[in-house]
């Protein structure tokens, strides 16, 4: 069998020209041009590409883009200063602070500083607490997990009822998206590094995700025939025959993998182009719900 491609890039395109649409609304029924504010501390160059793109993507689509850069020698005080500071600007819509943070800053006090309807990014942990609530919607769903999440419905992949195994449970991708999948009525199982017999519980996902950062650690006799395979993973390998001397790769082992799924995530283009697209979405609505409260 060969997998159907969930083409993330095309998708992204789709809504990225919806989104345009939106902001063109907002501005002519409200005046009102959504503005994110970035905040990126020190100088990863993971981060510094990560920011440079949602930052672009702003732009593209008729927003404002506010960035700020602060050393990575920055006092966790001075970030929570200029996270208040963009709180109480009408012009900043959402806010987002690149993680990871320098280890001298505690990432629960810096996140809980965004007001949480500025908090397009969902880190705030008031947010992410509320995806577990049930009956309860978060004011913002963080964006990896929604992309896929989005990459899945608008490819007419039922979540409800299904068995969903979800590898890696970092606060940013895994524990959230579990939370999603179990908020759309999936039978969702959360593996880890300490899991035992991983195979064997990845083989019982009808939806397997990979959001563990280990390259191409997903291999076909870990996955189900039939399975719909989302690979969050974006890991550079060296590659000296590439112009940059690296290239990206997911959590997935694409080729052999794509021989036994039904559907597959691509990397790139897959779910990375989703999460910038989220963003751009939950900055408009955030725009939109706060042009609301006047
Ligand atoms: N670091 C890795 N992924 C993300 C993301 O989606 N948002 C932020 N703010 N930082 C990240």
Do not use: W
């Not at 929570?80 to 987002?96: F, N, P, Q």
């Not at 039922?158 to 579990?178: D, H, K, M, N, Y």
């Not at 395979?229 to 060296?238: A, P, Q």
């Not at 790139?268 to 939109?288: D, E, Y």
């Amino acid at each position: 069998m060969k997998a159907r491609i969930l083409d993330g890039a095309a998708l992204a395109a789709r809504i990225r020209e919806e989104i345009k649409q939106g902001v063109k609304e907002l501005h002519a029924s409200r005046g009102i041009i959504p503005g994110l504010a970035t905040v990126l501390i020190g100088n990863n160059p993971a981060s510094v590409t990560y920011v440079r793109n949602k930052r672009k993507a702003c732009e593209e689509v008729g927003m404002r883009s506010f960035g700020y850069e602060l050393p990575a020698g920055a006092s966790e005080a001075e970030v929570i200063a200029l996270i208040e500071t963009l709180g109480a600007r009408a012009d900043v819509h959402g806010i987002l602070v690149q993680l990871p943070l320098p280890p001298h800053m505690d990432a629960d006090r810096v996140l809980s500083a965004i007001p949480l309807h500025k908090d397009v990014d969902g880190f705030n942990p008031i947010n992410l607490g509320m995806l577990g609530v049930k009956g309860k919607q978060a004011p913002f769903a963080p964006c990896t997990p929604q992309g896929c999440i989005e990459l899945l419905l608008r490819n007419d992949i039922p979540i409800c009822g299904r068995r969903a195994v979800v590898l890696g449970r970092s606060a940013v991708v895994g524990l959230p998206l579990a939370l999603m999948l179990l908020a759309r009525d999936a039978t969702v199982t959360v593996c880890h590094s300490r899991t035992t017999n991983l195979a064997s519980v990845t083989r019982e996902a009808e939806i397997l995700i990979a959001a563990i950062g280990k390259p191409r650690f997903v291999t076909a006799d870990m996955v189900r025939p039939g399975a719909v395979v989302i690979d969050v993973g974006i890991n550079r390998i060296e590659d000296p025959k590439h112009p940059k001397g690296y290239r990206l790769v997911g959590d997935v082992d694409f080729d052999e993998v794509s021989e036994v799924a039904s559907a597959i995530t691509p990397v790139p283009g897959g779910v990375g182009p989703m999460t910038v697209a989220m963003l751009l979405r939950n900055t408009l609505i955030a725009a939109q719900r706060q042009s609301e409260r006047g």
